[in-house]
């Protein structure tokens, strides 16, 4: 038997939190579309191996900005796959975030 890649998929908090604003928060569009180089950004990963969905939340370090998207790198490991690893490069824009640390300065 041939084993699948694992893929996986960034989840819109924003959606979410539109969907269930009562017990879903996230923080104000303003502090999503504002992340900085060595901020700390909480994503929802939807995670697939074979015909099984994983949704794991991992935080991703910002590495780089520009003006749509963020570029950064996962800070922790999920728990349902060693194909995934701390280090790892993610794309990400301001609707994934659900949570967010900020580097102290």
């Known amino acids: 038997m041939i084993a699948m890649p694992v893929t996986y998929t960034l989840d819109n908090g924003a959606e979410i939190h539109r969907e269930f604003p009562g017990t879903f928060q996230i923080p104000p569009q303003t502090d999503r579309e504002s992340l900085r180089p060595g901020d700390l950004a909480k994503l929802i990963f939807r995670i697939e191996i074979d015909?099984?969905?994983?949704?794991?939340?991992?935080?991703?370090?910002?590495?780089?900005?520009?003006?749509?998207?963020?570029?950064?790198?996962?800070?922790?490991?999920?728990?349902?796959?060693?194909?995934?690893?701390?280090?790892?490069?993610?794309?990400?824009?301001?609707?994934?975030?659900?949570?967010?640390?900020?580097?102290?300065?």
């Open 51 to 105: 015909d099984e969905a994983h949704v794991e939340r991992m935080w991703v370090q910002v590495r780089d900005v520009t003006p749509e998207i963020y570029f950064g790198v996962l800070d922790n490991d999920p728990y349902c796959t060693e194909e995934i690893r701390s280090g790892m490069r993610v794309e990400f824009c301001a609707d994934h975030v659900i949570q967010i640390e900020r580097e102290v300065a």
